[in-house]
Nanobody, 123 residues
Framework: QVRLMESGGDLVQPGESLRLFCTASGSIWTINTWAWYRQAPGKQRELVASITSGDNTNYSDSVNNRFTISRENGVNVAYLEMNSLKPEDTAIYYC?????????????????WGQGTQVTVSS
């Protein structure tokens, strides 16, 4: 039905920046909310940032003022701009989309996850 694919993860030094991408493809009527989560080794997955269809954003305290989430509706892409990266930002980053799926009948809401992209911050 719908597939999400993240990209942009890399190994960077503390203080550097990265931009993550998440692309959705498939039978998409519209995407309501995008979100980025992350999971560090031995820790639970946590919400990093989210953005609604009205461009309302929400950030975790640990990334507020360093990360920026955005979306490009025409091409079904979400971004996570990460600045001033710290070693504690090291994790697998996952994107999630709340999608109205075009089933051929009434659009139906589903939640989809990507496979994740590794971000490592180390000197």
């Amino acid at each position: 039905q719908v597939r999400l694919m993240e990209s942009g993860g890399d190994l960077v030094q503390p203080g550097e920046s990265l931009r993550l991408f998440c692309t959705a493809s498939g039978s998409i009527w519209t995407i309501n909310t995008w979100a980025w989560y992350r999971q560090a080794p031995g820790k639970q997955r946590e919400l990093v940032a989210s953005i609604t269809s009205g461009d309302n954003t929400n950030y975790s305290d640990s990334v507020n003022n360093r990360f920026t989430i955005s979306r490009e509706n025409g091409v079904n892409v979400a971004y996570l701009e990460m600045n001033s990266l710290k070693p504690e930002d090291t994790a697998i980053y996952y994107c999630k989309a709340d999608v109205l799926v075009d089933t051929g009948a009434d659009p139906t809401p589903f939640e989809f996850w990507g496979q994740g992209t590794q971000v490592t911050v180390s000197s």
